[in-house]
């Protein structure tokens, strides 16, 4: 199975600033299908990012995805209060879809 | 608008089995499987598997296959993730979740999530 590495663990930032977020397979995700998605306390996981670095509908333009093969980067500008959560990767390309063990976000 | 609603929280003993729903609307129902993911306290995420409504075949995680059975029921547009032989690690919440599209594709939709507390 794909096994997905992500880093930082923690994060800690100022609102306002950049975040950067990083997701590592161990081996090429098949057609990058690969998906973030955001956590907070209490609730079910939320799409974020499909297929590497497209924005799932409603989402703000803050949030972006890049990278290809196994090496993809979830970027976060302009931190702003409710983006304060954990974020999960996931890939889709082969089975079993596995998800990567999170970065959480939280203030500085 | 879609909408899964899952069953309530479930308090098992060692060595039983759970049957948590998952029912489905505003959307049809056979042209979208579903997976089923759980989530440890405190922990991350973990897939468990995926069912085709339409077929009815199901792919599961290979570390639960030999536990695990997910079903549907077309009349009630209704999914099923059955886990047996459970042990206290398998104490968590459990999601389905729907893919944006047919096919295997990232989760758009959510249930609200079911607790299954395994304790003796």
């Known amino acids: 199975e794909i096994v997905l590495t992500q880093s930082p663990g923690t994060l ?69 209060t409710e983006d304060y959560a954990v974020y999960y990767c996931q890939q889709f390309g082969a089975s079993p879809f596995t998800f990567g063990p999170g970065t959480k976000v939280d203030i500085k | 608008q879609v909408q899964l609603v899952q069953s309530g929280a479930e308090v098992k003993k060692p060595g039983a089995s759970v049957k948590v729903a998952c029912k489905t609307s505003g959307y049809i129902f056979t042209s979208y499987g579903m997976s089923w993911v759980r989530q440890a306290p405190g922990q991350g995420l973990e897939w468990m598997g995926w069912i085709s409504t339409y077929r009815g075949d199901a792919h599961y995680s290979p570390k639960m296959q030999d536990r695990l059975t997910f079903t549907t029921d077309t009349s009630t547009t209704t999914v099923y993730m059955e886990l047996h032989n459970l042990q206290s690690d398998d104490t968590a919440f459990y999601f389905c979740a729907r893919a944006r599209y047919s096919g295997h594709d990232s989760l758009l939709f959510w249930g609200q999530g079911t607790l299954v507390t395994v304790s003796s």
Do not use: H
């Not at chain 1, 057609?31 to 297929?51: E, M, V």
């Open chain 1, 12 to 80: 800690s930032l100022s609102p306002g600033e950049r975040a950067t977020l990083s997701c590592r397979a161990s081996e090429s995700v098949i057609g990058n299908f690969l998906a973030w998605y955001q956590q907070k306390p209490g609730q079910a996981p939320r799409l974020l990012i499909s297929g590497a670095s497209t924005r799932a509908a409603g989402i703000s333009d803050r949030f972006s995805g890049s990278g290809s093969g196994t090496d993809f980067t979830l970027t976060i500008n302009g931190l702003e």
